[in-house]
DNA sequence: GCCAACGTTGGC
DNA sequence: GCCAACGTTGGC
């Protein structure tokens, strides 16, 4: 089990648009990054990642559960991009934000803090528990 | 809206 | 294979 983080700009696709697909999810598309395809490509299903509000929001603030291996992202021809599938998994009650991540200590190593470009990025596994601890999540399964 | 940081492209 | 030019991302 991997813990990761998936970048969004919520006026494109939002949290509460993921929300309203349900347990179906949808695939991860757009992204066109090779690092960040190459996350991708190693996420197992049931691997959850933080979903992150860019450019407005600066938050994250749901929790999404990976529910299919990578694939072809079907927005391109390109058969050089894939994309996972994920669904909502569960909300953050008290969205942490990306100065909550700055000033911490403990989460100042983060690559959202560090390479703020990278759309799909790991998270160490002390970082997700901090990250659900300021949230007011169960850091759970 | 600006601009720094970063990734990609393409000429040589 | 290098590197300048260009495009995109994302915080401010």
């Known amino acids: 089990m991997q813990y990761w983080l998936f970048k969004s700009e919520p006026f494109k696709f939002s949290w509460e ?15 066109r990054n090779y690092q960040a395809r190459n996350n991708m490509r190693a996420m ?11 450019n407005e ?5 749901g929790i999404v559960e990976v529910c299919a291996l990578a694939h072809h992202d079907t927005t ?5 991009w894939e994309c996972v599938d994920v669904r909502a998994f569960t909300d953050v009650p008290k969205p942490v ?4 991540c700055k000033v911490n200590p403990s ?4 690559v959202l803090v560090n390479n703020s470009r990278l759309s799909v990025q790991p998270v160490k596994p002390e970082e997700w528990r901090e990250i659900c601890r300021l949230g007011g999540v169960d850091p759970a399964p």
């Open 57 to 61: 929001g600066l938050a994250v603030v």
């Open 76 to 80: 391109t021809e390109d058969a050089r």
């Open 17 to 31: 648009m993921l929300k309203a697909k349900g347990a179906a999810g949808t695939q991860w598309d757009g992204v």
């Open 97 to 100: 934000t990306l100065d909550d």
């Open 107 to 110: 989460l100042a190593g983060m």
């Open 44 to 54: 197992q299903v049931g691997d959850l990642g933080f979903f992150y509000h860019s």
